[in-house]
């Protein structure tokens, strides 16, 4: 690692490896965003010092030499972020920052369309799914092999349903639920994210929580209105926890715009998805970061 740079790390879910519906690696494993614990500790050990955020927003701020050693960051506030991740990090002395859509959470009836998804296709009863594609056309699949399950995971209609409007994700959900013959629990918010209460127990274990948009959009897709929203929702939502408030573009998806209202709402710094390390002269809303991946589980 230079001298004068920092990495900061971005990571998603700590979960066990136990296998899906089909005796299928879940759709996490085969996206390559969950880690077991042992892999994450791993990673932990083998990061070099480990810095708060705080230490780079201040010296890029004062255009000073970066510190070395390794930021921890954790997208989207699941259930085991407080349940598992920051007990760990707190026994080890250290920190991380994790980043909430302040939305979606478990007291909320609304899901990240991602997590919809992959539940779906981990908890599936039928073979084969069908879904409406945005614009036209459907996409017929088997999601009982590996590699028809990867194509649901990682190809076409999920691409599809990233790019669509929230009453096209909607329409896709609906279709592939029904097509493989199972329900989203009335309870999955309950069981996939943290209750807004938990959030200051990350703060009470020692860790920072930073904003991460409402509902999790893509920023760069919405209207002014609803961009304002997201942003001031969010960050006003963090900033009762006390102290700076640290942003986060949901899926990295930011543009001159994006960047201009979360400026607008005083963040002491972005973080993106756009891989690299954080130097000095680096653009504190334009954070770079690492994505840290296990490599992807085969059949």
């Known amino acids: 690692m230079a001298s004068d ?70 997208d989207d506030g699941y259930r085991e972020h407080l349940d598992v991740v920051a007990p760990l990090l707190a026994a080890r002395g250290v920190s991380a920052t994790f980043y909430v859509a302040t939305g979606l959470h478990g007291e909320a009836s609304d899901v990240a369309v991602v997590d919809a998804w992959y539940w779906l296709l981990d908890h599936a009863a039928g073979r084969v799914a069908r879904v409406p594609l945005p614009g036209g056309g459907e996409h017929r699949g088997r999601v009982d092999t590996y590699e028809c399950k990867t194509a ?28 493989v013959g199972c329900a989203l629990p009335a309870d999955l918010a309950a069981r996939l994210y943290l209750r807004p209460s938990e959030w200051a127990a990350l703060v009470g274990l020692g860790m920072r929580v930073g904003a991460h948009s409402v509902s999790h959009p ?24 006390g102290g700076q408030v640290a942003f986060a573009y949901p899926d990295g998806a930011y543009d001159e715009r994006v960047v201009r209202e979360v400026s607008r709402a005083a963040v002491s710094s972005s973080a993106t998805c756009e891989p690299g390390m954080v130097g000095r002269g680096d653009d504190l809303l334009r954070l770079s970061r690492v994505f840290v991946s296990t490599p992807r589980a085969g059949p």
């Open 5 to 74: 740079a920092t990495r900061i790390l971005m990571f998603h879910r700590i979960l066990g490896d136990a296998s899906a519906v089909f005796d299928l690696p879940s759709c996490y494993r085969m996206r390559g965003t969950a880690l077991t614990v042992p892999e994450f500790l791993r990673v932990v050990e083998d990061a070099g010092p480990v810095l708060r955020l705080e230490a780079v927003e201040c010296a890029l701020a004062a255009g000073e030499r970066l510190p070395h050693g390794s930021v921890l960051t954790f």
């Open 152 to 179: 649901w995971v990682e190809g076409e209609p999920k691409a599809r349903l990233l790019a669509a409007t929230p009453a096209q994700q909607a329409a896709m959900v609906a279709a592939l639920a029904d097509s």
């Open 218 to 241: 893509r920023l760069t897709q919405v209207d002014d209105e609803t961009l304002r929203a997201e942003v001031e929702g969010s960050v006003s939502a963090v900033r009762q926890l």
